[in-house]
């Protein structure tokens, strides 16, 4: 008997594990849309109490600024070289805001490259997904992240 209810308990957690990695796939094989009804929104728990929509974007849009700007690192070397731009980082949020498929779509050099690659990567991890038709769906983002010598 016991050996019975061990062999369903562990045919249902197969099942679920089985149903789990069906969604999974399901979820990542979506098409990555690129212009959706309302994009993705970086997520901020002090902006989330903001009750007006566009203040609450605006909000967050600060908060992804400020969170890039205070984890980036100017490379030594490009420092000394001077070298200053743009490098922009083109990454997919998922139906669940999570984030993958970092690419550097706009590049400067290798060094600011990857710092802009690390920050956007490491630290804009929470998002809102983006909706189309007001169903979340993955979506492409472009985060621009600009190195300018004081």
């Known amino acids: 008997m016991f050996i019975k209810a061990l062999s369903v308990l562990a045919l ?3 099942c679920n594990a089985l149903s789990a990695q069906a969604q999974e796939t399901e ?7 690129k212009v959706v009804d309302e994009m993705p929104r970086f997520y901020s728990y002090e902006c989330e109490s903001i009750m007006d929509e566009d203040k609450r974007k605006k909000c967050a849009d600060m908060a992804m600024l400020e969170t890039v700007y205070k984890n980036i690192t100017y490379p030594p070397n490009a420092k000394k070289d001077g070298i200053e731009g743009t490098v922009v980082i083109s990454f997919t949020i998922d139906m669940d805001g999570m984030t993958s498929d970092f690419k550097v779509t706009r590049s400067i050099r290798e060094d600011l490259d990857q710092e802009a690659l690390r920050v956007v990567r490491d630290k804009l ?3 809102e997904p983006g909706k189309q038709k007001g169903m979340p769906v993955n979506t492409q983002f472009n985060m621009p992240v600009r190195f300018r010598l004081k």
């Open 12 to 14: 249902l957690f197969t």
């Open 27 to 33: 979820r990542t094989a979506a098409p990555v849309t």
């Open 125 to 127: 991890v929470e998002w």
